[in-house]
């Protein structure tokens, strides 16, 4: 879901919204009473429901940002949490980072219980993102992957989304957990990313109970 | 290893906010403040209603109050327009029209001052006080709740327009402009909904 009020140019359409609300309102109320006048608000404010409703679903599917650099630059996004310190994914990684002037940006959204989420306790989902993200950004920069990484939005979703408008990219990999242990695939994470954006997305699935990976698509 | 990367290991202090692209945090920050707002002014209404609709008195004014309907209505539109007028100026500086980001934002003030001086002026020749009864009680209330926010923005759009005049702001930079802004846009949807419940419905 997509807050409808998110800058000026927003709560001034809302302003106008509100005044063509009340006159409709007032010119009903006026013109044949109060029941009229109710009957205006009533319909105004299911429109007015109907409209936040509307202003609030996904955005658009979002073009591909621009290739940076020549054609043996490659830029690779990686979205993992718990996943990312698993040694199968930077193998992965590696390997289609093989052969290109590399830049990779792993990024580990810090997912949290939603209780902690609507009271801001983020500090310790972070904090524990960041000690997986650092264990494996380490590891990766030893195996000679030009890498650097981010702590994301909690809504993988929007980590992607953030970073690519930050860091742009020209393929994005998806590591999850197997079917079954994964809130991603529940959510169907990789779906939605892919219907979103215009990126070549690669889905990883990484056991770390076997230490395995997958590259599923 | 990427300037990136070389930065963040030679960085000292606290570290960076936490930040996502939903919101910025300082915008983000100015809509939480008007959720608490509205229910400040929520309370101010349940007040009205409370004492117009549970008491059900059966007329409304009072017999022997008149509102100026009028001219309220006429300050209604000054101040609905102000809100067009900083919509401008902000959509002036994201163009980088400074000038157009200069006359909004005289505009709105000027507009926003009229308004308050006209709310004075009604108040002082209404011919009622706050502590006639109950009615008289909730329109000052409500009214001089929001005239309060009215003086709250008239003070951010000072700010505003003296640092646009002083160069402060550009297409990539208008934060100082923007919170302003919606918080104007606030001031207005609030008016708009005092006006139909207190003086025309």
Redesign the interface.
Known sequence: MR?P?????E??R??VI??GF?VA??LG?LAAGWWL?LAVAAVGFVVLLWLLREAAKPPERQEAPAHVGGASDLRILVIANETVGGGTLREVIAQKAEGYDE?VLVVCPALNSPLRHWVSD?DGA?AQAQERLDESVGRL?EAGV?V?GE?G?ADPL?AI??AL?TFGADEVIVSTHPVGRSHWLERNVVGAARERFAVPITHVIVDLETDSAEVVD | ??A??AA?EHHHGPPPA?Q????DAR?LGM?LFIASEIMLFGSFFTALFFVRVVKAPRHWPPVGFHLPILVAGVNTAIL?TS??T??WA??SIKRGNRNGLKAGLVLTFLMGLTFLVTQGIEYARIGFAPHDNAFTTTFFCLTGLHGAHVFVGLTLLAMATVRAFRGHYSPEHHHGV?IP??YW??V??MW??VY?TVY??
């Open positions: 807050n009020l998110r800058s000026e140019a709560a001034f809302f302003v509100v005044l009340f309102v007032v109320k006048g830049e983020e972070r920069r030009n650097r702590i939005d929007q989304e953030d408008r | 290893m990427t990136h990367a963040a936490h996502s692209s939903r919101v915008v809509f609905v809100s067009f900083i919509h902000l959509t923007e802004g919606i846009h606030f207005d949807v708009i909904v139909a025309i419905l």
